[in-house]
């Protein structure tokens, strides 16, 4: 299966503050990239699908300026949560899709805590 | 939104067969069943798929009801690093998104 890398693993940040989340494919393009949120004990939430060279399609409920998604390669796409507060603190996972589509791979995710 | 139902936990003998079942009674021709697994604190693990053959990897065996209402995910002989928590999902095989639903937590007991 396809190698999916995110950067950082865990983050910790000051209310207020932005922070960017990084979701490479290592070894295959990827044309399409979503991204998810996973709070304690529940299932993943998808938040945005996001294709290479377009806008990102976000989810009913999902704040598009406060979660920025950037695809801009067939190989990275990166979330930024913009003047994070404590309950965006999470779990967040992307996971990418290639040119088939069939089988979707998904990163390690990324622990963000807002303090 | 997710189009599947799963039992909210179960429990497996280390060595036994673990069943796990999942009702998608809503399921259309197009959509192909997928399973995946998330152990504690990481991203979810593709495990297999199908679209209404049985099918079978190194990691488990699919069981689909000829109806495909319903479908089941067979470990053969569950280890304790099979202790996860299972979900399977419905989607039509073309970049469309996954929505996850509870999924099932599995236990494999010692």
């Known amino acids: 299966g396809a190698v999916v890398s995110q950067h950082p693993s865990r983050v910790i940040c000051k209310s207020g503050t932005s922070v960017k989340i990084e979701c490479r494919s290592l070894d295959f393009q990827a044309t399409t990239m979503f991204w998810y949120r996973q709070f304690p004990k529940q299932s993943l939430m998808l938040m945005a699908t996001s294709n290479e060279g377009s806008k990102a399609t976000y989810e009913q409920g999902v704040e598009k300026d406060k979660f920025l998604i950037n695809h801009a390669s067939l190989t990275l796409s990166t979330l930024t949560v913009t003047s994070a507060h404590p309950e965006d603190s999470s779990f967040y996972i992307c996971s990418v899709a290639g040119y088939s589509g069939n089988t979707i791979y998904f990163g390690e995710g990324s622990w963000l805590t807002v303090v | 939104d997710a189009k599947t139902t799963q039992p909210p936990s179960m429990d497996c003998a280390e060595g036994r067969a673990a069943n796990l079942p999942c009702n998608h009674s809503?399921?259309?021709?197009?959509?192909?069943v997928y399973w995946y697994r998330q152990i504690h604190s990481q991203g979810p693990q593709y495990i297999i798929h199908?679209?209404?053959n049985n099918e079978t990897n190194e990691m488990a065996s699919l069981i689909i009801t000829e109806d495909r209402k319903s479908s089941t995910l067979i470990l053969p002989h569950a280890t304790l690093r099979d202790t996860a928590v299972y979900y399977c999902?419905?989607?039509?095989?073309?970049?469309?998104?996954?929505?996850f639903g509870t999924g099932t937590s599995l236990t494999v007991i010692p």
């Open positions: 199908g679209l209404k």
């Open positions: 999902i419905v989607r039509e095989n073309t970049g469309n998104q996954f929505y």
């Open positions: 809503t399921i259309s021709g197009n959509e192909y």
